[in-house]
């Protein structure tokens, strides 16, 4: 089982930027994905940004151009720019083995208008 610890996230006006982290530990075993994901109230659970361990990503199209996600063997990392209200969410990290996934508890990032 994996665990996962997020750090960042916070409040911060549209047109700012955020980070968010992510560190594994755990039986961590490869192939692997690690990226995030956000729920908004009312809304369902929507990925953001995945990366495989052997470098490829996927992002949302609500956020290409605006955030970047990086990783290395045990953590990932989103740099989000240029926010708008609408990213405003819970953020939770993901790490996705064989189809099975583990969450870590979710950080609030709210965008101010």
């Known amino acids: 089982q994996v665990q996962l610890v997020e750090s960042g996230g916070g409040l911060v006006q549209a047109g700012g930027s955020l980070s968010l982290s992510c560190a594994a530990s755990?039986?961590?075993?490869?192939?692997?994905?690690m990226g995030w994901y956000r729920q908004a109230p009312g809304k369902q659970r929507e990925l953001v940004a995945v990366?495989?361990?052997?470098?490829d990503t996927n992002y949302a199209d609500s956020v290409k151009g605006r955030f970047t996600i990086s990783r290395d063997s045990a953590s990932v990392y989103l740099q989000m720019n240029s926010l708008k209200p609408e990213d405003t969410a819970v953020y939770y990290c993901?790490?996705?083995?064989?189809?099975?996934?583990?969450w870590g508890r979710g950080t609030q990032v709210t965008v101010s208008s």
């Open positions: 993901a790490f996705q083995w064989r189809g099975i996934s583990s």
């Open positions: 755990g039986r961590i075993f490869s192939p692997n994905t």
């Open positions: 990366a495989s361990n052997g470098g």
